[in-house]
């Protein structure tokens, strides 16, 4: 059959919407591969095609698969499950427009489900891929009903020989989960996955809960990888992330690669990663911090070829235009970023380019020439790669008409990202088109782009997968792990030294200032010139110098303890949650410990297995140098080290070799003259003291290197910042202490703002912070139904307008947005080169007396206390900074703990999903989903802070996300989600506003209530 090409498309009035953004940014000022492509297409829609016939017929050689899809399916980078009614496998005999295709599901699916993620096997005679349809459905496979109304992974079978000969077999059958994104493992070992079981991590929580765990925008449960036996059994997880891991693949050596959503806080983006298939030596490969936002869809190019050691992939946003973006080609194995080369002989420029001439936007927007997805580089020779093209297209009332037929005001006014959701109603064009995705195949030598398959109306053809064999990967065996630390579920980190910094300098002079120097320090890390040749690196620390006591340089350095955290995951199901996480971008969490920070910057501990954790490095006050911006994993058992800090650089550690082995003369001959060749201090300590592993609840350090013996060496200050038991008692906390690495703002940092203090309770902080137009710490409820003194310290002013004395707004997305002043809190994981969150904040830099890294807007907004008032650095004691500095560190978060006492976080069986769907979802489309409440990613889009609703037409995790808004469902009007769009102004900056989003007496709102209300268990 030939199937409908796209310039025969013919546009439906009644045609279903996608949101397509509203920031149409057109990139490049050509359509020169739209023209061409359409051409091609055009010209197969007016000859026919045979294989060999003109240039519009590709070289149909190779079969393939690809799904086929209905084209309001809510693709994006944060969707890892989505569905719509009518999709379906599809097998065509040849890579052209004119060979026979196949539908090799319909008999399961019956028009109702829908299917995805095909992979091959190496032998090119099997096809695994995910496949979803409803119980109702009457096909059965094996004797029993074959559907189970969740997507499950199946496989078809050609080894028969016949393309369209093969069986199908069902390989997992779950009822309550979701498996997609399957591939096969190296000898016969069964398969790779991506699933929402959660299998390990649903049993094993923080704080000894267990629950299904949601992404970081609470919307869906998270996407882990699994793997199992090719038979479905032995289901095993291997990744551990907080947000999805998706699209995974075998590399040629064996290792498993894969995108992996990192979301911490404003860090918001998907880049490659890789791990062995058993989850060990999990780290980034590329794109952690390289120019766009998500790389989806990565894939090894021909190993033998050309292109041997790159990654093709598909670059697009977080959310919207339906996973379409740019086709980039990345030099992995000499790059570990954009223009960080893996050592001197690669140039320095480079690691990441567009495949196609004609540029394709990578972001939200209108992209003038189209945007690819899901591109399979073929390992045949021919340097060929199968890819999904969508062309550029605008509705023009009814008609559906290319980009390249509008005007320059037209497109000015399509990219004009200020216009109110009114005149992007009014307008007589939309980029709310469809994704209509053709099968291509793309030469990128001579640039050609040769239609393979055209979709039928209504529909995309996506995925496509050439049915060829390949040469199969290494088969790795598993890890050596210690089995004495796997059977306590425990894990080993190293890491060599933390200031092994990357070229960002993350834990470089530029995390610090002068509060940091010791008298006589001109720097807080000496530096010197590389020793390996092949570092790119202008200069480095002088390790040497740093562990030195006799060298000033050995008091200089800044760093102490290194702090372990684990992160809290939002519970699927849990109504209240964001009522409890509270104004802060990040996610709960909850320390797990300390350990020593050894003078050449080592450290080596004991940690949880097969949990998120996150590391941060710490100074003599508690407070972090640095945010860990992505969350780090391993497996039980494993030994893992890492060279240093935030390096994605390639070469040997810089803390190795001669200069792990250089022994200062200043110290102690009763630990240097027990140092193994290679060792670093903290290898040394924990070798001779192996209880020095575990990691501690109090950060407390004494100096057991400097031979103070010795003329001149003088040893590092003793430090003791425990809660209570400190060698002073006047340090101690007499307010409520942490349990279990556990604080929440109420029971632990409230407290400290009405402790009394001075003679008579003189100097309580509540005597002077009282009032509601400064500053009111103050433990009263706020109409938010928090403290006052929590969003005090989170939510900035107003910014006012000097001369016409009103609130500035500015218009961003098509959203009116209040501006604010800095807080005194900093909850930004990015701001200030992802400096640690106390140090950023300006509530630390009054209360320490010090000048850290808080920016002059946040000085401007909160100027230093008058000289009148108490010195504000006095005030609280060692374990009160400690803990505060703890607080800001971990995020701000209202509840750490989300079920404590008062977090009001808890299930509610009786808010149904279905009444959600059905009447709630209506509600909210008409109300909320425009360009208010959308996902952005961490280059664009509205911030985390600013919109905690983050909703996209997925009905799963709209619910879910919903439910986070919802904390009394006896009063329904209470509750946030009814609440913000009911009151006058919302969006706050929409100052001129006069009727409600949602106003009370609306049908909406009553259907809202309704909703609400039957979860009241009076009901």
Known sequence: MTPQTDATRTPSAARPRVHAGRGLRPRAAGVGLAAVIVSALALVACQGSTEGEGSA???????????????????????GTPFVAGGDLMLREKSSPSAPEHNLTAHITQGNGDASDPEVSYDGKKVAFALRCPTSNTATIDGQPACTGRWNIWEYDMSGGSLTGGTLRRITASTAHDDVDPAYLPAGRGFVFASNRQVKSSLNQALGRAYHALDEYERERVLNLHTMAADGSNIQQITFNQSHDRNPVVRANGDIMFSRWEHVADRNRFAIFRTKPDGTDLFVLYGAQSPGNS?????????????????????????????????????AANYSEQNTPANRTVPAQGGQRQATAETLDNDRGLSLNGRATSPYPLWDGTNRVLVSWRPCEVLRGTDLVPCATLTPDELA????????DAEVAADELSADVPASYAVYM????????????????????????????????????????????????LALIEVRSVYDTDGLRRMGEPMLTAADLTPGCSAGIATTAPEEPGDTRAFVADLRRIKDPADPAYHCAPVRFIRAVRAVSPPAGGMGTRQAIGETNFEPQQILGYSVVEPDGSFKLQVPADVPLGLQVVDAEGRAFQTHTNWIQVRPGERRTCDGCHSPRRGAALNSGAVANALPAALKTTLSAQHVQGETMASLRTRLDATLLTLQTDPVFSDVWADTAQSGVQARAALSLRYTGNPEPADDLVTAVPANGVINYPDHIQPL??????????????????????????????????????????????????????PVVVVRQGVPELQRLAPLVETSSGAANTAGLARKSRLTEILWGQTLLAGGGARTAHPNPPDTAPDHATLLNRAEKRLLAEWMDLGGQYYNDLFAPGGGVRSVATLSEAVFNTEVMPVLRQSCMGACHQAGGSDGGNDFRSNRLVLTGDPEGDFNVVLTMVNDTCNPAANRLLQRPSTVPHPAGAVTQTTPVLAPDSLGYATLVNWIARGCPSS
């Open 57 to 79: 017929t590709a070289q149909g050689d190779v079969p393939l698969v690809y799904a086929k899809r209905v084209n309001t399916v809510n693709l994006a980078a944060l969707h």
């Open 442 to 489: 793309f030469d990128p030598v001579p640039q050609t782009w040769l239609i393979v398959a055209a979709p039928p109306p209504g529909f995309m053809l996506v995925d496509p997968v050439p049915l060829q064999p390949r040469t199969e990967p290494a088969a790795p065996e598993p890890t050596n792990v210690d089995p004495a630390l796997a059977a306590q579920d």
């Open 295 to 331: 790389f989806l869809h990565p894939r090894e190019m021909d190993p033998s070829g050309p292109y041997a050691g790159y990654v093709a992939s598909s670059l697009v946003p977080l959310s919207r235009e339906q996973e379409g973006g740019a086709l980039m080609f990345i030099d």
């Open 413 to 420: 006014r399509l990219s004009d990202d200020n216009r109110s």
């Open 753 to 806: 703002w009405t402790r009394a203090r001075g003679p008579e309770g003189t100097l309580t902080c509540t005597n002077c912070h009282a009032d509601p137009a400064k500053l009111d710490l103050r433990g009263t409820i706020g109409g938010g139904g928090r403290l006052t003194s929590y969003e005090e310290l989170l939510i900035g002013d107003p910014r006012i307008d000097p001369v016409t004395g009103q």
